[in-house]
């Protein structure tokens, strides 16, 4: 249930300014795309809203040390949800996986390697 809209207004613009500040430092780990999803994209801020991102990577790490590497990097100051794919994981779970297809449905592409 969304808050008041002065709260969500704040909760909104912090979310934002972690978001710009994290960016350039998910880049510098070698990223080939970020996509932002959730409540930041919909507009449906709420108190406990956080930044929820979807990341491609060249890894040959297994996907729980895929996230220790990203989660023990970043200095967030909110809340944040990053789930780091290879790009043969995503391409294959963009048909397939109901998850994968609503963030990309709503999702918001903030970074691609040129």
Partial sequence: ??????????????????LERLIPEIIK?????IILFGSLV???????????LIVVKRTYKRFLDRLDEF??????????????????EFEEMKESN?????ALNQGLIVYEKE
């Fill in 1 to 18: 249930m969304p808050i008041k809209t002065g709260l969500a207004e704040i909760r909104e613009k912090e979310l934002k300014n972690e």
């Fill in 29 to 33: 780990l070698d990223v080939e795309k």
């Fill in 42 to 52: 919909t507009g449906e801020i709420h108190k406990a809203s956080d930044i929820d």
């Fill in 71 to 88: 989660y023990s990097q970043l200095n967030h100051k909110v809340a944040i949800d990053i789930f780091v794919y290879t790009p043969e």
């Fill in 98 to 102: 109901s998850f994968i297809k609503r």
